[in-house]
């Protein structure tokens, strides 16, 4: 809950309840200038982790977000040939200059800065298979060469890289040799209870407990297509706390009442809310 | 170092190669965790093991590899729980049990047969009704020592519980064999990608743009070119009824993941074997099937046939005609079966039945060598090697 005590150090931040496996993952990664893979189900806080890894070491945070479109080269550096023909065409002075038309990435970016900066690489498995591939050589040496220009970009400073990826994709085994690798498990009710706090210090106790025991029970439900995940869970206590429903709604054994209060921050589509309604049900009439 | 639990490790089928050998090597020069057990195990985790289907097995690899390390520094171990249950055992026994517990050879003998069991426990992890606790066949469980309770007793040590991370094995739902959600599968029909520009030209051809330009005397000419999409088109071919209706879960699993995955997916269904006719919708098998040569020659030899079925039936109703239990066949299902081979060069069997029966059913032998061994297991690795038969023509 501290910030970190050893110089250097990640160990959680007082918003983010941090794991003693994920700490170690990431002091190694930080340690050995090596990218650090996180996975995890959706919603638990592997997009965040680099914001906070970030402000606990004190660093700036450059991100890198990956569509399905996105090519290795792009986060090096871009070379716009169409608006240097233009200017060609229109007699400007700058276009003697080939520098003029290259646009930097974000890897450049992050190589390039003065101090060390927390390089995230959010999703990665969203873009080409072989998107991996071609960042091989740039994560680990830390440079690469710019063809139009003849010259060699170095990291001034290693960045510290934390990658994510939904596991929509394989990654290559040769990619994922040079990386770290940390899965985050889903929260067990213990550290849940720790995260909560960690965001909503003031919630009153009883409405946590009994909002956990009724989120534990949807995430058991089988069949759900989407379970939810923290961070519905912290958007689902927000409303709680907004609209001020008190604790004893959440356990009410009224059998009309079977769908929890604000049900929506929870439950994403139309076949898992009828599917939760009709294992509730079941539920109730079975007390 | 620890050379002996890398090649562990590959034995157990944990991929790990020198490269993150030395960087576990490194890492430990470094300092960055501190000198306990658990924290080597995380360090070790994270660099040895970046696939989560893969923790389970590195978590055995590693309980039995460093099996008797967690004891340096510490207490002797067997002392405590020992102890402690000795205790527990005098205060909670009545003197009729206590007696019993002499009969069957007194504490020393109990005690022993106790840890060695404990041992054996963690070591295999699934088992009959030998285990202490279960279901009161064992003569531990009935004298209130359950498996919990001796855990619990364990505790009084600190490196006991640092074991328990990885004996927990919370990993196991992540072992590949095992797990087969909508998502796993969806991520292995990912492998049938086949990329082509079809449609629309709405991105800009870098390439196309210069090269007409330069042809233009210099003036701007841009050019656009279609994005690229997946172009593989699948014609899926389900058995239902009858012996499928135990496997309904897995195949409408596969559909679902099928059908998100794929915008060209065509399902037709069929009763055991495809005969002359094809189905699209099961509840109107009788009067609104579609005769199979009209499906070969609507969907031609581009798409990849995928037939799912358990492929367990009398072997008449695939050799002989009129075999099939539904209807009169003209021809035999071998016929129908080797034409839509012939039709289709990318084909596959996906069959959910386990593997290891497969040997036990004529009919299935004899499906699997119409289709040259292109038949696979409804599992996660057998879709995987499945969709790469797939991509290669036969």
Redesign the interface.
């Known amino acids: 809950m501290t910030n970190s005590s050893k110089a250097g150090?990640f160990a959680g931040t007082d918003s983010y309840i941090a794991t003693?496996?994920l700490e170690?993952?990431v002091?190694?990664?930080?340690?050995?200038g090596?990218p650090?893979?996180v996975?995890g189900e959706p919603g638990t806080g592997k997009t965040v982790l680099a914001a906070e890894v970030a402000r606990a070491l004190g660093q700036d945070l450059i991100q890198w977000h990956i569509k399905s479109?996105t090519k290795a080269a792009q986060g090096l550096y871009e070379y716009d040939?169409?608006a240097r023909?233009?200017d060609?065409?229109l007699g400007e002075a700058k276009v003697h200059d080939i520098r003029n038309y290259i646009i930097r990435g974000k890897l450049w970016e992050a190589f390039a800065s003065e101090r060390q900066v927390v390089l995230l690489i959010d999703e990665i498995d969203k873009a080409d298979i072989e998107f991996p591939n071609d960042l091989l050589q740039e994560l680990d040496r830390m440079e690469f060469f710019v063809y139009e220009t003849k010259e060699t970009v170095t990291a001034k400073h290693r960045p510290v890289v934390i990658i994510t990826s939904n596991?929509?994709?394989?990654?290559p085994?040769a990619f994922?040799?040079?990386?770290?690798?940390?899965?985050i498990?889903f929260p067990d009710r213990e550290i849940m209870e720790r995260i909560v706090a960690a965001h909503y210090p003031d919630i009153k106790a009883n409405l946590v407990r009994e909002a956990l025991t009724l989120f534990y029970e949807i995430r058991d439900v089988p069949g759900l297509r989407k379970k939810p995940a923290t961070s519905e869970l912290l958007d689902w206590l927000k409303l709680l706390m907004v609209e001020d429903i008190p604790a004893e709604t959440l356990k009410s054994k009224d059998p009309k009442v079977v769908v929890p209060p604000l049900y929506g921050a929870l439950l994403k589509n139309e076949q898992d809310l009828h599917l939760f309604e009709r294992v509730a049900f079941m539920a109730r009439r079975g007390q | 170092m620890f050379a002996g639990f890398i090649t562990a490790l590959r034995n157990e089928d944990v991929p790990v190669s020198l490269t993150e050998y030395l960087t576990l090597i490194g890492a430990l020069k470094t300092g960055v965790v501190s000198l306990s057990v658990e924290d080597f195990y995380f360090l070790a985790r994270a660099t040895l093991v970046k696939d989560e289907r893969r923790i389970d097995r590195f978590d055995r690899v590693f309980a039995v590899y460093f099996k008797g390390l967690e004891a340096i520094g510490g207490e002797i171990l067997a002392d405590i729980p020992e102890e402690w249950l000795r205790k527990l055992a005098e205060r909670y026994l009545t003197p009729e049990e206590m007696a019993a517990v002499q009969s069957l050879g007194g504490w020393d003998k109990l005690m022993d047969t106790l840890r060695q069991r404990l041992a054996e426990q963690k070591e295999r992890h699934q088992g009959g009704n030998k285990w202490i606790g279960t279901a009161g066949t064992s003569p531990f469980g009935a004298y209130g020592y359950n498996p919990e309770g001796i855990r619990i007793g364990q505790n009084g040590s600190r490196h006991r519980r640092a074991v328990k991370v990885w004996d927990k094995r919370e990993f196991r739902d992540l072992d590949g064999d095992v797990e087969l959600g909508t998502r796993s599968i969806k991520l292995a029909l990912r492998r049938l990608r086949r990329w082509g520009r079809e449609g629309e030209a709405t991105e800009l051809d870098l390439g196309g743009t210069i090269g007409a330009t330069a042809r233009n005397g210099g003036s701007l000419d841009l050019k656009l070119r279609p994005e690229r999409r997946n172009k593989v088109k699948v014609l899926l071919l389900l058995d239902i009824g009858g012996s499928m209706d135990d496997h309904v879960e897995e195949t409408a699993q596969l559909f679902s993941a099928a059908k998100s995955e794929f915008k060209h997916l065509e399902t037709f269904y069929f009763h055991n074997c495809p005969y002359e006719r094809l189905w699209r919708s099961n509840r109107r098998r009788f009067d609104a099937a579609t005769p199979t040569p009209e499906v070969m020659r609507t969907y031609g030899p581009d798409w990849s046939l995928i037939l799912v079925g358990d492929a367990t039936m009398s072997p008449y109703e695939i050799t002989v005609p009129g075999g099939s239990v539904e209807h009169w066949n003209e021809e035999s299902g071998q016929v129908w079966l080797e034409r839509l081979l012939r039709h289709y060069p990318r084909s596959a069997w996906i069959n959910p039945r386990d593997q290891q029966l497969w040997g036990f059913t004529q009919s299935l032998k004899l499906i699997d060598q119409l289709m040259a061994k292109r038949m696979f297991p409804l599992t996660l690795d057998g879709i995987d090697d499945a969709l790469r038969a797939l991509r290669h023509r036969k």
């Open positions: 150090g003693r496996d170690v993952a002091n190694a990664s930080v340690a050995l090596r650090l893979l996975k479109t040939a169409v023909l233009r060609g065409q596991n929509e994709k394989e990654l085994d994922l040799r040079r990386c770290f690798f940390h899965y498990r």
